[in-house]
């Protein structure tokens, strides 16, 4: 399979979250050259990487969620939830010296792309709603900023 490439189908429409989004898209591009190349240390790097990255997103994206009051947010984080466990077995089987890599980019490339489309399309319209209701100033001190003081560690 060649690269994957960005369409707009998968913006959200949240310019984080896309960005966030086009970053696993360059990991899983990364274990894909990694993986032709038979570089078994680059894949190793490369999986570490984007299950670091990945958490860090989906516990960004659920943070979003809480705060904008997303109905689903608890059905959303268990998909997150499997997902991470599925990715966790792969990880597991690497480390244990058996090749992972194309049946692990095969599952990535499909669950990233269904997911936007259509697990995460779901919070969308509340999230924006959220975002858009926040005033610039309100921005620096409200709901934005304890997201991300969650997630980094700022208060």
Known sequence: MARLEWTDDLDTGIDVIDGQHRRIVEFINNLQEARLAGNQAVIGEVIEGMVDYTLSHFA?????????????????????????????????RFKAGEDVSEALFNLLVRWLFNHIRNDDAGYVASVQSRLQGAEPEKRRSGWFARTLGRLFGRA
């Open 60 to 92: 960004f994206e659920e943070t979003l969620m809480e705060d904008a009051g997303y109905p689903f947010l608890r059905a959303h984080r268990k998909v997150h939830e499997l997902f991470v466990r599925r990715v966790a077995e792969f990880q597991k």
